[in-house]
């Protein structure tokens, strides 16, 4: 009898034992790390994940670039440091949790297990939203949810906002984007779960016909050739021509994109501004070294600014100015120069030096030409008059006649009213200071041969520039 007293003892106790065995199991079984558990020196048994994670202090910096793909390869890299990130060990901790077995916890009271972690990332979502809101991926879906938008951008650009189709899940994305910091992912690139497409609404269908016209008017092909240069319209450029009203985009009744008739005309004037030179002084460098100041003069080139500005309105509505195979728009003139440009005297003149008594000719930049002359009576007050002036046209045998002359000559080429360039075969010496006591009614008076060869080379139009 005695003896199955003490077998029953000896079972309970052993039944006690193994209750007691279970019960501390199935209370490591659940988020409490296991007897004997160092993490990075810090003891965490019987703590959860969470609570484990407040043990840990980590001051250091964080830094580094956080690059975002969506679910069609468009990335984006934002500066983590702008999301307010801290260091999170819940992933990390987690992680040893769930590798753990509640059954060996009584082996962990004896040998204690010691691990080394890296933390997790953790951030400031809102601060990382509003970055994404900025972006060219993330923006439109996220600022124009459920609707789109023909806005001006800050570069002076007209561009759709589209925020109907693929338009982010913030709660999704945030999830995605938390998962891979914890695992000290930076390179991201986010599911199809992320994003979907909103419904088109009445106001976003009507933008979106708004758009359609606008975005083939802002593909504009329309060039101008200056002669000095081409200048083609972007699509900044072409959006300063819409007509906007209360911040939107104008159209007719027909759903046709207004153009700003004042923008037009800002353009063209600050376009050709310096191409009309027309009157204005001309400063270059003369063929004796010094820089030389040119006043008045009959040459020039003055755009005819009304109708340019007339027709770059038409051109705007013209369907032909929207095709690639348009052609360059060369201005309309009033009057032009021997070179299109804003230096209209180009590198092909023939340059008059009064004081010199020496006229010479260049051709495409080099001197072709050099001769002596023979200008106005400075002494009789027909001095050749100074300015910057044009060949007007081209004559052989000629009689020049005035008051009290009759003059004929081989070769004729007029610059100003009736003073031009000429043969003089009645002189026998040019240059020197003739022109002070001896000199012509005004006209320029060159040896025969000279004259001769300048005529072969010289066009109608070359600029002639005349000083002392």
């Not at 005297?345 to 010479?360: C, F, H, P, R, W």
């Not at 009759?406 to 022109?435: C, L």
Request: proline share 3%; glycine share 8%.
């Amino acid at each position: 009898m005695r003896d199955k007293f003490w077998l029953k003892i000896l079972i309970g106790i052993l039944g006690l034992l193994v209750l007691g065995y279970l019960a501390v199991t199935v209370y490591y079984a659940g988020d409490r790390f296991l007897p004997g558990t160092f993490v990075n020196g810090v003891y965490c048994t019987g703590y959860d994940a969470n609570e484990a994670s407040k043990l840990f202090t980590d001051n250091r910096k964080i830094t580094g670039t956080l690059k975002i793909t969506d679910n069609r390869e468009n990335t984006e890299e934002f500066d983590i440091s702008e999301c307010s990130p801290g260091y999170d060990y819940r992933y990390q901790l987690t992680d040893i949790m769930h590798k753990k077995n509640p059954f060996m916890w009584i082996v962990a009271v004896a040998v204690p297990k010691y691990y080394l972690v890296e933390p997790g990332i953790d951030f400031d979502h809102e601060k990382l939203i509003n970055l994404m809101k900025e972006s060219t991926t993330f923006g439109d879906g996220l600022k124009y949810k459920g609707d789109c938008a023909v806005v001006m951008d800050d570069d002076g650009e007209y561009r759709l906002h589209n925020g109907l189709e693929h338009v982010p899940d913030t709660d999704k994305v945030m999830l995605e984007i938390e998962e891979c910091l914890m695992k000290r992912e930076f390179d991201i690139i986010l599911s199809d779960d992320c994003f979907h497409d909103e419904e088109l609404s009445e106001l976003a269908e009507k933008n979106l016909a708004i758009w359609e016209k606008l975005d083939s008017f802002l593909d504009c092909k329309l060039t101008y050739d200056l002669g000095d240069r081409v200048v083609s319209m972007d699509r900044k450029k072409m959006s300063s021509f819409v007509e906007a009203r209360n911040g939107k985009v104008a159209t007719d009744s027909y759903g046709n994109i207004l153009v700003d008739e004042t923008a037009c005309e800002e353009f063209v004037t600050d376009l050709y501004e310096g191409y009309n030179t027309y009157g204005n002084d001309v400063s270059f460098r003369a063929t004796r070294g010094d820089v030389v100041v040119i006043h008045g003069g009959t040459y020039g080139t003055t755009i005819d600014i009304d109708a340019e500005i007339d027709f770059l309105k038409e051109a705007l509505h013209d369907p032909q100015y929207f095709s690639k195979g348009c052609e360059p728009h060369i201005p309309e003139y009033l009057r032009k120069g021997y070179v299109r440009g804003k230096d209209d005297i180009g590198n092909t003149y023939i340059e008059v030096d009064l004081s010199a008594q020496k006229l010479y000719f260049y051709q495409e930049g080099y001197l072709v030409l050099e001769s002596d002359v023979v200008t106005g009576d400075i002494s009789k007050k027909r001095g050749t008059p100074q300015g910057v002036y044009y060949v007007y046209s081209k004559e052989k045998n000629r009689t020049l006649r005035g008051p009290d002359y009759e003059s004929f000559v081989y070769y004729w080429m007029p610059v100003v009213g009736g003073v031009g360039i000429h043969d003089a075969t009645w002189r026998s010496r040019f240059g020197g200071s003739i022109y002070k006591t001896g000199g012509s009614h005004g006209c320029i008076n060159m040896p025969k041969s000279k004259v001769a060869s300048l005529y072969k080379m010289v066009e109608v139009g070359t600029p002639t520039l005349v000083f002392y």
